[in-house]
């Protein structure tokens, strides 16, 4: 099956893209009763597959998670020769104590090699802010880089690239530390097998240390997107996969969507279970996040995809309406929409 038609699944549309733009991979922050949405944004101009070399970060709040108000951009790529003058990409964003951290992805644009990607090389930086709202770049940027020991780069991966992105960061109260997971592949599995999630450790955000994989399974190609939950004294982790980045010996159903490992401690290892599809091929979505709804339940979101994923929808590349996640003895299953 390699296009879908409407979702299956109750619809119930109320969608959110800033005016002009495409709406893709985003992450959400909560502070007392008010959800900030950031998000990779780029103008509706030529095919989807352009938006990825003019993206930036865009802002959006909400109370209920459902009706948004556009903030406007709250992150642009760096100037001239800049390590992120390539685009910004996907990221978090976590509070320790006044301040704010802007986690996202950069490139920069001259790291290309005939016929690649431009901007082979991925790194992260941070921006920082006393209003979640007005970010600036952080001087020690970027502040976590890929690290040969473990992970591939350009010159060993199927795509050209050196994966490093879309950290998740979040505090471990039991250590002090803050642990990073991000988007890599691990240079010591065959080509088809090396999707990971790399793991890093900081105790204050700005300068951090590389660690061997929290999950490196040899089922897929790439792992993207990770996104982190406890619930009943595990650590939930999502990340998103496409169909045909399954490794071959994968018994798993391809299904564009999100899935889930899950944990003991965020410094521990991190274990697949037998049936882990959180979201499939019934919703034309890709990556999704972790929420917590307005009642204090567990949520998920997502966007709704298009023809890049591999879907044909009316709504491509918008913030879908959220859903109310359900916790059975099998684990997380989603509910009703918000």
């Not at 095919?47 to 108000?69: M, Q």
């Not at 986690?103 to 992260?124: A, K, L, M, N, S």
Request: glycine share 10%.
């Amino acid at each position: 099956m390699s296009r879908l038609d409407s979702p299956s699944r109750e619809d119930r549309s109320v969608r959110y893209a800033p005016p002009g733009m495409y709406f893709w991979d985003f992450w959400l922050f909560r502070e007392d009763d008010t959800y900030y949405l950031y998000h990779l944004q780029a103008p509706r101009v030529g095919d989807e597959g352009t938006r990825h070399f003019n993206a930036s970060v865009g802002h959006a709040t909400s109370t209920d998670l459902v009706e948004w108000s556009h903030e406007g951009t709250a992150l642009v790529s760096g100037d001239g020769d800049a390590w992120d003058d390539a685009g910004t990409w996907t990221g978090c964003t976590v509070s320790d104590g006044d301040r704010y951290y802007l986690f996202y992805t950069g490139r920069r644009g001259r790291e290309t090699v005939p016929g690649g990607f431009p901007g082979h090389t991925q790194r992260i930086g941070v921006a920082v802010s006393d209003d979640l709202r007005n970010w600036e770049k952080h001087d020690a940027n970027p502040v976590l880089e890929h690290d040969g020991e473990w992970y591939a780069d350009h010159t060993e991966t199927f795509d050209g690239t050196t994966p490093w992105r879309d950290p998740e960061v979040v505090y471990d109260e039991d250590s002090g530390y803050w642990y990073a997971f991000v988007t890599a592949r691990d240079r010591r599995k065959p080509a088809g097998e090396r999707g990971c999630i790399a793991r890093a450790r900081s105790t204050d955000l700005v300068d951090w240390e590389v660690l061997p994989p929290a999950c490196s399974l040899g089922n897929y190609a790439k792992m993207e997107v990770p996104d982190l939950h406890y619930h009943d004294g595990r650590w939930y982790l999502l990340f998103s996969v496409k169909r045909d980045e399954y490794a071959e010996d994968n018994p798993r159903e391809r299904e564009t969507g999100v899935r889930y490992l899950v944990g003991d401690s965020l410094s521990g290892a991190f274990r697949e279970p037998t049936d882990n599809l959180l979201m499939g091929d019934d919703v034309p979505g890709f990556t999704g996040r972790w929420v917590e709804t307005p009642g204090g339940d567990t949520g998920f979101a997502t966007w709704t995809a298009g023809p890049e994923e591999g879907y044909d929808t009316d709504h491509p590349y918008t913030f879908a309406r959220p859903w109310r996640v359900e916790w059975t003895d099998d684990g997380p299953e989603l509910g009703e929409r918000l």
